[in-house]
């Protein structure tokens, strides 16, 4: 039987003579063979053993459980349970992730970070699948540019905002050529997102008009003065013969 040091079996195993010590201390390895001055000395079992503990923290488990999956008792249980927590720190991620995209989209749009109009809106949930629109419906509405998404939609949509922001701040109207390119681009965007429903395209304008709809909704609130520019462009747009209905 060939034995190994501790640092030999460190370097096998490629783990920290350290980790091995720990290990070794809450007998969750021990060696096969300890000589009378102290040293340990571990075999090919100890080794097997050590390289399941690895596999094992690489899915999370935690040492306790390791030892009594070790043991043999309960691997199946535990597996699931390690599924379970898994899945659980996913989605725990993909929820901070979503909250992260909508603070960098937000101060993309308002310059800094507005903690009033962000707050609600993190913590949100989206009523509006249940309160304003059909079934049928909110599968289009999926499509919707999200503030929680790094898209090209959602890159559209805020590139929209800043340029009929950037428009009124230089004084044009919303029937200037300015108000009616911007008016044209959206109209674009949103005969691509509602694909030609105009019957839903104006039945969510009319939510996205008003506050207090939009905010159960959980929409993005715009500044009040963004949507009449908007609506305005779009009816001088329409007045000299667009091919766009909204």
Not at 23 to 52: C, M, S, V, W
Not at 123 to 149: G, N, V
Request: proline letters at 2%; glycine letters at 4%; hydrophobic letters at 35%.
């Amino acid at each position: 039987m060939e034995f190994w040091t501790v640092g030999q079996l460190s370097k096998l195993a490629n783990v920290t003579i350290r980790t091995i010590r720990y290990y070794d201390q809450i007998q969750l390895l021990t060696p096969e063979f300890r000589h009378a001055n102290g040293r340990r000395y571990y075999t090919e079992k100890d080794l097997k053993r050590l390289e399941k503990i690895c596999l094992l923290k690489s899915l999370s488990v935690s040492l306790d459980d390791i030892k009594t999956v070790l043991d043999k008792k309960a691997f199946k249980e535990l597996l699931l349970h390690q599924q379970h927590q898994t899945i659980s720190n996913i989605k725990e991620a993909e929820n901070t992730l979503k909250n992260i995209q909508t603070l960098l989209n937000s101060i993309e749009v308002e310059g800094d970070l507005d903690w009033e109009l962000l707050l609600p809106l993190i913590k949100r949930k989206e009523h509006y699948r249940d309160q304003f629109f059909s079934k049928e419906e909110r599968k289009t509405l999926d499509k919707l540019p999200k503030m929680e998404k790094d898209n090209i939609q959602t890159k559209q949509w805020i590139n929209l905002i800043k340029r009929i922001e950037l428009t009124i701040k230089k004084g044009f109207p919303a029937e200037s050529e300015e108000g009616k390119l911007i008016a044209e681009d959206c109209l674009l965007l949103s005969e691509l997102i509602f694909e030609g429903n105009k019957d839903l395209e104006e039945k969510f304008w009319e939510v996205r008009k008003s506050a207090a709809d939009s905010s159960s909704a959980g929409l993005y609130p715009v500044k009040e003065e963004i949507l009449i520019f908007l609506e305005e462009a779009i009816a001088s747009l329409n007045e000299t013969g667009c091919k766009f209905n909204v």
